[in-house]
């Protein structure tokens, strides 16, 4: 993880940045939207360990969720340098 220590420029909402991991959420809400015909997901979610934090989204492709996910499932995000790069069902 990156710390804020390290970066004194990055606000005080974003100290942390997982460049290669997953983590637990509970999924809130899938939004499809479509640009220029390629049809993606803003995934809102907030992180199991975080109930009370802030809402956040990732924007992310079809072929990177698992299938027949829904509202209140809870989650397993794959990060690389801050991004979600995959949303699996958490076991």
């Known amino acids: 993880m990156i710390h804020r220590r390290d970066c004194p420029s990055v606000s005080a909402n974003l100290y942390t940045l997982m460049l290669k991991g997953s983590r637990d959420a509970v999924l809130h809400r899938?939004?499809?939207i479509s640009i220029h015909?390629?049809?993606s997901y803003d995934v809102h979610y907030k992180f199991a360990d975080e109930p009370d934090s802030q809402m956040r989204v990732a924007r992310v492709g079809t072929e990177?969720?698992?299938p027949g996910?829904?509202?209140g499932d809870r989650i397993r995000l794959d990060f690389l340098v801050g991004v979600v790069t995959a949303?699996?069902?958490a076991e």
Do not use: D, K, T
Request: proline share 7%; charged share 15%; aromatic share 0%.
């Open 87 to 89: 949303v699996h069902r």
């Open 64 to 66: 990177v969720l698992s």
């Open 69 to 71: 996910l829904q509202e």
């Open 30 to 32: 899938m939004q499809p």
């Open 37 to 39: 015909g390629q049809l």
